[in-house]
DNA sequence: TTAGAGAATGAACCGCAGTTCATTCTTGGC
DNA sequence: GCCAAGAATGAACTGCGGTTCATTCTCTAA
């Protein structure tokens, strides 16, 4: 049987009482396009979702439902399920990568911008859990597709604390005698984990308090007496 | 149609060619259970397969053929899918647990024994690559089943190298003014970013080396002149 | 009021993959 | 050689879930 031929018997629509609040509070609203208000709900619906229940196991239509739309609207305004999670991804690291951008232009020493930065990414957690649980677990792979793109992302924030550590040793500040990448993966790797742990028990920290105490340890170390 | 009620038309086995190395290197082999020949490289065929493609996206069928068994042999060694997988992971746990415990009672100061866990930890790559992989990518949560359980033995490793810190802190070693809980998230995480890196970028390093810096970096900081 | 264009719907399609189990193969004792 | 008893097989079963698309709804312009 070819599909198309024999479809659809639909008995009668229920009843249209559904919520329906497009008010629509713009005159030309770009309708399916990534400004859309439903294309956002759908967004923030799927990084929900998933973070709940990890990607496998949050069908589309889950995620239909959490964003209060119909299975295939989905489909309008996203290619395909990974599409809508890549974007939700993609959003979050550019995101942080404009911000971290904006903040050095006026923060210049070595060792702020590596606060700045550590602060940023253990603020994650307060600003869109969510999404926090979301790159603690499916971003580190697991998907080969999540894989390919979201390592990229990665290696830009690897860049970017390291050409930090190189400019402080030229600078004089840091030592000369440790390799800048070891530093970065080490700095990214602490950042991550105490971000990680904090996600999956559910403790709270103060973001500020706690990046200072990593960069501490980073600067300083924990042997006794300098 | 009930099942078992009409089954099976099998057009007459192909023929009996089938390698069959049952050579039965011992007189009295537990037939199906763990200390079978069988039973392990169904675990090797399945860390290999999930490595590759992810835990979703490797079918019973694709670790039955690595293995060479049929896919219905794999059920009686074991309960489910996740229940391959989970065994798997929990070896290497284990395994990694006791060699450390061993390794304490002849390596007692605070310093050796950070660095020792800190080369085991890296060291697992080369052990056994696909197992590491596994580990930087299912064992980080996006299935709920394995989130549970490995959350266990993250937390058994963190709470060792918290003891070690707080014991070097009251000896005197250690600073006794940063948290002994940081520290060891940020030892963790370093090394496991580290590990995570070397693994997704093919990069290959010495673990005793690399763990040197690490615990280098960890004890003194990166700050220039001491 | 009404036509029609586009947005939204959701049932149906379809392929996949975990698991089962009737059947076949293998082994070891007699 | 023969016959249980257990191991192994793999086709079939089953349910799930991503995607499609015929149909319905909504909204604007004439």
Redesign the interface.
């Known amino acids: 049987m070819r599909p198309g031929l024999k479809r659809r018997v639909k008995t009668a629509r229920p009843d249209s009482t559904k919520s329906r609040e497009s008010g629509s509070t713009k005159g030309a609203a770009p309708a399916t396009g990534p400004g859309s208000e439903k294309y956002q709900r759908i967004l923030d619906a799927a990084v929900e979702v998933i973070a709940e229940?990890?990607?496998?196991?949050s069908p589309v239509s889950a995620i239909a439902k959490r964003a209060g739309v119909a299975d295939g609207t989905i489909y309008l305004y996203f290619k395909s399920k990974d599409d809508v999670l890549r974007t939700a991804i993609d959003a979050t690291f550019n995101k942080f990568h404009k911000q971290v951008e904006d903040e050095f232009k006026t923060l210049q020493g070595p060792r702020e911008q590596l606060e700045y930065i550590a602060q940023v990414h253990l603020e994650s957690h307060a600003v869109n859990r969510s999404m926090a649980i979301l790159m603690?677990?499916?971003v580190?792979?697991?998907?080969?597709f999540i894989?390919e793109f979201s390592?990229h992302h990665l290696v830009k924030y690897?860049q970017v604390v390291r050409e930090v550590?190189r400019r402080?040793q030229q600078e004089?500040?840091?030592?000369?005698d440790?390799?800048d990448g070891?530093?970065a993966?080490?700095?990214?790797?602490?950042?991550?984990?105490?971000l990680?742990?904090a996600v999956?028990t559910g403790r709270v920290y103060d973001a500020k308090t706690?990046a200072a105490?990593?960069i501490?340890?980073?600067?300083?170390?924990?042997?006794?007496e300098?």
Chains 1, 2 share one sequence.
């Open positions: 229940n990890g990607y496998f196991s603690q677990t499916e580190r792979q697991s998907a080969k894989a390592h690897i550590v402080g004089g500040i840091f030592r000369g440790v390799s070891v530093v993966h080490c700095m990214f790797g602490a950042i991550d984990e105490l990680s742990s999956f706690t105490q990593v501490d340890v980073l600067l300083h170390g924990i042997t006794a300098s």
